[in-house]
């Protein structure tokens, strides 16, 4: 299977109303890589964001490239949770669950409260998911950390332990989380997989041989590498998107494919562990 011809990397977002119509912080941003050439998109909503990545998948499937699709939050959760939820480890049997559960409109409405709240109701205990605007009440979701002794599964992946910066799938609202972001990111991923059927793979959880690969990324893995090139006064979450995406996009594609077979079946991966010098060293 030959390289990708496009890479776009997204810094997704959980925000419940459109972002502001000038560029801003905390949207959702997408790099684009294509023939060494960069370009970036500023997206006000998650509905706008999937027309926009259809419409680019639509023209690159009909030009016969392949493309490299790279999200900003985590495609699986710990060891043990989709077997709880779904009754198989399968992570893409809890990706057709959250598909169906999880309602999120044109305007970035959404019910990811009460899909969590759902979920924390399987298990009897406080959490596992928890964390919600201060003051506001939300039944079955707990403002602070539950202990995890009680679950079947611990409260991160393994790779969440090997990046102990990164912020584990369940908290759902405070600084870096990711939890919100998982939840409606992998309902609307469900929708490209309906979509686009055999010819959209998901790493690590199916081979990377399809004309588009979807698979998870974290710019932070790639700080200095970004920072360093990023432009004076540009947004953060724009420079990590063009700067990751460029990066990806001209690193070798039998290197580039190897990453996107590393990982865990059922935990998932992030691309680029262990290679961030490697993949930096692509840039000029």
Not at 58 to 65: H, K, S, V
């Amino acid at each position: 299977m030959r390289g990708f011809d496009t890479v776009a990397v997204v810094d997704w977002s959980a925000r419940s109303v459109p972002s502001p119509a000038r560029p801003s912080k905390d949207a959702i941003f997408v790099g684009l890589c294509r023939d060494g050439a960069v370009a970036t998109l500023y997206q006000r909503t998650r509905a706008q964001t999937m027309r926009s990545l259809r419409g680019l998948l639509d023209g690159e499937l009909r030009a016969g490239r392949r493309v490299l699709l790279a999200f900003d939050f985590p495609f699986a959760y710990p060891n043990g949770f989709a077997r709880a939820v779904t009754g198989e480890d399968d992570p893409l049997s809890l990706w057709a669950y959250l598909s169906r559960a999880v309602e999120d409109d044109e305007r970035n409405g959404n019910n990811r409260f009460a899909v969590a709240s759902g979920l924390n109701a399987r298990f009897g205990a406080d959490g596992p998911f928890w964390g919600h605007p201060q003051g506001a009440e939300v039944p079955g979701v707990p403002f602070r950390k539950p202990a995890y002794a009680p679950f079947s599964f611990p409260e991160r992946r393994t790779i969440e332990r090997l990046i102990p910066r990164s912020k584990p799938c369940f908290q759902l609202m405070g600084a870096g989380s990711v939890g919100s972001q998982a939840l409606l990111g992998i309902a609307r991923l469900q929708d490209l997989r309906d979509h686009y059927g055999e010819v959209l793979s998901v790493a690590p959880f199916e081979a990377p041989d399809t004309q588009v690969v979807l698979a998870e990324c974290y710019p932070g893995l790639f700080a200095r590498m970004i920072e360093a090139r990023a432009r004076a006064g540009e947004i953060p979450d724009r420079a990590q998107v063009r700067v990751l995406a460029w990066a990806l996009g001209r690193l070798p594609g039998h290197r580039l494919d190897a990453l996107l077979r590393e990982g865990d079946p059922v935990e998932g991966w992030i691309l680029g562990h262990g290679a961030t010098d490697e993949i930096a060293a692509a840039l000029p």
